[in-house]
C-alpha cells in the first residue's frame, strides 16, 4: 500500500475499514485519532499481508538494493548486524521450498512460486566469528541462550523493516515462518554454514492486479499493553468479543473458523520436535 | 526524525552524510538511488537511535495509543500476537531497570531514567493457552524451540513499528537490549506470569533539545546479501574497510575503538549463564 506518493491511493472505505477494525470499539473513531495519522502510521494501519503477486512484474535491481539499503538501517544489537539475508530468485529454488512447506493439507503456499523473489532472513554469528579473528578472540557468546535471542530479534527488525519499505513503494509481502519446517534442507540447499541458523522467509513482489490487502484486525490494546505491571485480566476481558469478530472475519472470507479454533490447530500439537537438534548442529548451544 | 510534517526538518548534510554512509562507496551515490527515496525510506536511511531525551516533554496518551495501534497491526505469525508490551512510566521503576543494567564500568544508561516511557517487550504464550482454553485444547508449542523463534521475532517486528511510528511523529527511540541481563527481576517485578519472557526494552521520548540521530553506517550490501546461496566471501572481502570505517567514526566520537573490538568486547565471554535456566523456570522446553 503505497500513500507517500500518488501511483497508488488507498479508498476511503479501505481505510474506515481498517480504523473501525484497529480501534478500541467503533465509538472511539475520533477526529484526533485521524488528525495524528501521517502517512507512516497510515500506511502501516492499513497494511496487510498480499499472498497473490503478479509473476510477470519484477521488482528491478535498483529498487531492491534501495529496500535492502533502508532496511539494513535499523536498529540492530550493538550494531553488530548478527544477520544475513538470501535473495531468492531461482524459480527452481523457490519451488523447492514451495514443496519443502507443503502443509499436510496438500493447499502449498502458492505465493512462494509466484513471487519474483523470496527472502530468506538468516541469524549469522558466522560473520561476527570471521570478525573477531581480526581481534585472536574466539566466540563464547553462541554457547548461551543469548545468540538466539540477539539473533532473532535482530531479524524480527529486519523483515518489519523491510515490510515498511516495500509497502511504501507500493509492493507486497507476506512472511513465512513456515521455512522452519524444512531447516535442515534450507541450511543444506542454501549452504549456510556453522554459526547461522534460517529464522523466517518472506515472499516479496507486486501485487497481483486488483489485490488489496487484507486488513486483519487486532486485539484491541487493552488485551495487549500492559500499565507498570502485567495484568492478564485485560487480556480475557476483550477474548470473547475479539473471537467473534474473528469468527465473522474468517466467514466473510468464506472460512469456518474462530481465532481460538486457529490456535488450537496450530499450538496443541508438539510441532518441529527436531529443531533443536538442528540448531545445536549449526554449532549452537543453550 | 520526522520527515512527514513541517515540524522538523532533516538538514541536506546530515542526508547527505547518511546517504554517503550507507551506500555502497562514494561512488554509487546516483540520481537514481535519491529518486527512488520517499519520506517513508528517508526517514529509515537517516536513523539513528536517540540516547539524551527531554524529560520535561511528556508522550501523550493519545499519541502513545497511536503508536501502538499503527505497531500492532505489523506482521504477527498466524496472527496470533504472541506478545505483552509493558508500559513502564512509574519513575521508581525506571531507576530500578537502570540500576540493573548498569554496566561493570558503572556507566548506566541514563536514557532510560530520563525517558518518559520506557517499554519492554514480553513474549507471551499464556495469553495464547487462555484463549486456547475456551477449545479445551492444550497449548503444547511451548515444549519446542518453534516457540522461542515465533516469540522473538514476532517482538523484533514489534520493536520496528514502534520505531518506525515514533520517528515518524518526531520521536526518538532506543532499543534496550541488556534487560536480558536481568531477566529474573524484570520477571519478578512486573508479574511476568509463566508462558510469558521479557526479550527486549525500549526507551521513548522526544529527544533533548539540539540532539539529533548518530546515523551509524552498515555494512555494504555485499557485506549482508547473498544471492540465491551462502557466500562468505562477500564479507571477508568488506570487513577491513568496514572496521577502518567505523574505527574513524569511534574517533569521531571520542572513543578508542574499532568494530572488531567492540564485538569481541561483546561476545568473547559467556554471558548471561543463567538465562536458559530463567527461560526453563517460565514454563518453557526447548
Known amino acids: 500500500m503505497n500513500l507517500n506518493n500518488s501511483t497508488t491511493k488507498i479508498s476511503k472505505e479501505l481505510l474506515d475499514f481498517a480504523l473501525s477494525s484497529v480501534v478500541q470499539s467503533p465509538n472511539t ?55 544475513s539475508v538470501i535473495v531468492v530468485q531461482d524459480p527452481a529454488q523457490k519451488e523447492k521450498i514451495y514443496e519443502y512447506t507443503m502443509p499436510a493439507s496438500g493447499k502449498g503456499m502458492t505465493y512462494i512460486q509466484q513471487a519474483p523473489i523470496f527472502l530468506i532472513f538468516v541469524m549469522d554469528f558466522n560473520k561476527i566469528e570471521t570478525a573477531m579473528k581480526v581481534e585472536n ?12 535471542l540477539i539473533g532473532t530479534v535482530d531479524v524480527g527488525i529486519l523483515v518489519e523493516a523491510f515490510t515498511v519499505a516495500a509497502e511504501s513503494h507500493g509492493l507486497g509481502t507476506v512472511t513465512v515462518g513456515a521455512i522452519r519446517k524444512c531447516s535442515a534442507q534450507i541450511i543444506k540447499d542454501f549452504n549456510l554454514p556453522q554459526k547461522t541458523f534460517p529464522i523466517v522467509g518472506m515472499a516479496v513482489g507486486f501485487p497481483a492486479e486488483g489485490v488489496l490487502p487484507k486488513v486483519t484486525p487486532r486485539l484491541p490494546l ?63 548451544k543453550f
Open 29 to 83: 473513531i475520533e477526529e484526533n485519532r485521524r488528525k495524528l495519522m501521517n502517512p507512516t502510521t497510515q500506511q502501516m494501519l492499513t497494511r496487510g499481508s498480499i499472498r497473490k503477486f503478479d509473476a510477470s512484474k519484477p521488482v528491478s535491481k535498483e529498487l531492491l538494493d534501495h529496500l535492502l539499503t533502508a532496511m539494513i538501517q535499523a536498529p540492530s544489537y550493538v550494531g553488530g548486524q548478527q544477520f
Open 137 to 148: 578472540t574466539e566466540i563464547q557468546v553462541t554457547d548461551s541462550l543469548e545468540a538466539l
Open 222 to 284: 487493552s488485551g495487549i499493553i500492559h500499565y507498570d505491571t502485567y495484568n492478564a485480566q485485560g487480556f480475557s476481558n476483550v477474548l470473547a468479543e475479539y473471537n467473534e469478530t474473528m469468527k465473522q472475519l474468517y466467514a466473510k472470507r468464506g472460512i469456518e473458523l474462530s481465532w481460538t479454533k486457529l490456535l488450537s490447530n496450530y499450538y496443541s500439537k508438539p510441532i518441529y520436535k527436531d529443531l533443536t537438534e538442528i540448531y545445536k548442529g549449526q554449532g549452537f
